[in-house]
C-alpha cells in the first residue's frame, strides 16, 4: 500500500518537489543580485552573482581550479576512508562490551569536545608539514565520529532480535555477524555520514593554515590575500557543493544500504 | 516411600540423566550396566533395572501407594512428561519469584499458561528457552538439557524479533542456515512450510511489508523451520486484531495436528488459552506455585461451535474459579 502511493507521489509531484527546492536557492541570488546591483553593499566586498558563477565557471572551464579540488576531494576521502577502516570495528568492540566502554568513555567525549584545530601543531610536530598531517588531523576527529556512532548502534540494537537468534542457535559470533552488525548499520551510516562533513571541514581550515600548496582552503585563502573577490566567493561555493554532494551521495547509499531503517 | 516419590526418584534419577543418588547407582551398579558403555538405550535399561528393584523391594509400599493415587487419574495411562522441571528458583533483587518450583509438561500436548499478573508467566516459558537464566534448578527435555534440543520460540512483538534486513523467506531459513543447512534443504524446507501454511503472499518481501498477521505467521514458520521438538508462544495474539488472532489460532491448531510436536502458549486471555489447550496450566501469585491444571479434551479441529459447548463453558468457568481464588488469596 505504502509503496504505491509513494511512487505515485514522486512521478507526480516531483516536477514541483524539485521546484519548490529550487525556490530558496534562487530568492537568495536574486536578492543577492539586488544588494549588488542597488549598491547596498560595497562593490569590493561583494560582487554580483553573475560575475561570481561566471568566474566559477571558466576556472573549472580552464582547469585552473581542478588541481585544487581534486586535491582537496583526495585529502577528504583519503582521511575518511582511515575513519571508517578503523572507527568500524573499533566501535563494534567499544559497543559489545560496557566494560570497555565504561574504561575509555571519559576519553571519547574528551577528545570529542576538543576543537580539531587545536590539534593542528600536535600533528605538525608528529608528522611534519606534509600532506598527511592535514589528513591525519581529519581522520582523527572523523574517527571519533564514526567510534561512537558505530559503539551507539550496537549498544541499542534490540534485545529481542538478538535473543530470537539466540533461541534459534546461533553462537555469540553467529548473533554477531548476522544481527549486531546489521542492527547497527543504521547508526553506522548517520556517524558516516557526519564523518565526511566533519572530514572536510577539518581538511579546509587545515589547507588555510597548515602550509599548503595547493586546495581549495589554500585557493579561498588565496584569493582574499590578493583581493580577487570573484574567485574567492567561487571557491566558497565550490566547496559548499563538495560538502552538499558528499550529503547527497550519503543519503542514497544509506536509503538503499539500511532500506530498514524506521520501518 | 510411596509410590510417586519413587516415580518422582525414576524422573529426577535416571530420565534426567542428573547425578543419580546413592540409592540408585547402588542398584544400577549392581545390575553391571555402566554409563561409560555409551549405550544408546542406557536410560532404557537403568529404568527397567530400577523400575524392578523397586518392585522388588517394596512390594508392600507399591500396592499402598497404588491406593494412595488419585483413583481418576489410576485408570487413565500416565502422561509422558516432555519437560520436566525440577526445583528451579529464580529471584529478582533478593524477592523470590519462583522457589523450588516443580512442573511437568506432557509430550506432544498444547499446554496454556495462565495467571495473574505479574506471577511470572512469561519468565516461565523464557527461563525454559533458556532466554533467561535462573538461579537454581533442572529443566529437561525427555531428559535431555536445552542445548541438545531443538526449540522454536515466537515473540509476542514480531516487529522486533523479525530481521528486517532479510527477505521474509531468509528470515524463515535464518535458523536452518545458522545449524548449517545446505541451500537446497533449506528450499524443500520452504516449499514444505509454505504448502503447509497455504502462504498467499510473496515470501520474498521485507517484514516490514507485511501486516502484522502476516508477520507474525512468519515469525511461526521460522520458529517450526528447523521441525523443533517444542515450541513456545509468548502472548503471540496480543499485538493482533481480532481477525488475524482467529485466523494463526485455526493455523497453529492445523500445525499442531499434524505434527507431534510439544506446545507451550503463554496466554492473558482465558477464552484463548481453553480453546487452545490440551490442558491448561494455572499460577498463583508470587512466589509462583501452580495452582491447578485443568485438562479441555475437546476434540480438534475447534471452532466457533467449540467456544459455545457445555464442555468449554464448564471448563472456563473451573479455570476462572480457581484464577479469582488465587488472585484473592
Known sequence: MNDIIDKSYFSKDAALRVGRTLVGPLLLIVIWWFANNLQLVSDKLLPGPIETFGSLWTSLADGSMTADLTATLYRTLYAFALAAIVGIPTGIILGSSDRIYHLVEFLVDFFRSTPATAMFPLFL?????????????????????????????VMNSRKTRILAARVMGASKWQVFRTVMFFESLPQTFVGLRMAVSLALVVIIVAEMFIGSTNGMGHRIIDAQQVFDLQQMYASILMTGMIGYGFNVLFLTVEKHAVHWAGR | MTFSQYENRWHTNCVMK????????????????????????????????????????????????????????????????????????????????????????????????????????????????????????????????????????????????????????????????????????????????????????????????????????????????????????????????????????????????????????????????????????????????????????????????????????????????????????
Request: hydrophobic share 40%; charged share 25%; glycine share 6%.
Open chain 2, 18 to 329: 542428573t547425578k543419580p543418588d546413592a540409592h540408585v547407582r547402588q542398584i544400577i551398579g549392581r545390575s553391571g550396566i555402566k554409563r561409560s558403555d555409551r549405550e544408546p538405550d542406557f536410560n532404557e535399561k537403568a529404568g527397567l533395572v530400577y523400575m524392578n528393584a523397586i518392585v522388588e523391594h517394596a512390594v508392600v509400599d507399591f500396592s499402598t501407594a497404588l491406593e494412595e493415587r488419585n483413583p481418576q487419574t489410576a485408570d487413565r495411562m500416565p502422561q509422558q512428561p516432555h519437560i520436566t522441571i525440577r526445583g528451579l528458583t529464580k529471584k529478582f533483587a533478593g524477592v523470590p519469584l519462583y522457589e523450588k518450583f516443580n512442573l511437568d509438561l506432557p509430550k506432544g500436548q498444547v499446554t496454556c499458561v495462565f495467571g495473574p499478573n505479574g506471577c511470572g508467566k512469561s519468565t516461565l516459558i523464557n527461563m525454559i528457552a533458556g532466554l533467561i537464566p535462573y538461579d537454581a534448578g533442572d529443566i529437561l527435555f525427555d531428559g535431555k538439557t536445552l542445548k541438545e534440543t531443538n526449540i522454536g520460540y515466537v515473540f509476542q512483538n514480531y516487529r522486533e524479533a523479525l530481521f528486517p534486513w532479510m527477505r521474509a523467506v531468509d528470515n524463515i531459513k535464518y535458523p536452518l542456515r545458522i545449524n548449517g543447512a545446505s541451500k537446497e534443504e533449506c528450499d524443500a524446507r520452504i516449499d514444505e512450510l509454505v504448502r503447509s501454511f497455504d502462504v498467499k503472499f510473496d515470501l520474498n518481501r521485507y517484514p516490514y511489508e507485511f501486516s502484522g498477521g502476516q508477520q507474525q505467521l512468519i515469525s511461526i514458520m521460522r520458529a517450526l523451520a528447523p521441525k523443533p521438538e517444542v515450541i513456545f508462544l509468548d502472548e503471540p495474539f496480543s499485538a493482533l486484531d481480532y481477525e488475524m488472532t482467529l485466523f494463526i489460532r485455526d493455523k497453529l491448531q492445523e500445525i499442531f495436528s499434524s505434527t507431534d510436536v510439544t506446545m507451550v502458549v503463554v496466554s492473558h486471555d482465558l477464552e484463548e488459552a481453553v480453546y487452545l489447550a490440551d490442558q491448561v496450566l494455572l499460577l498463583t501469585k508470587r512466589p509462583t506455585e501452580v495452582a491447578d491444571t485443568v485438562s479441555f479434551t475437546a476434540v480438534r479441529p475447534r471452532d466457533i461451535d467449540t467456544l459455545s459447548s457445555d464442555a468449554f463453558v464448564q471448563t472456563k468457568a473451573r479455570c476462572l474459579d480457581i484464577f479469582q481464588r488465587e488472585v484473592r488469596r
Open chain 1, 125 to 153: 610536530l608528529i608528522f611534519g608539514i606534509g600532506d598527511f598531517a592535514k589528513v591525519a588531523v581529519a581522520a582523527f576527529s572523523a574517527w571519533l565520529v564514526v567510534l561512537f556512532n558505530v559503539a551507539y548502534g
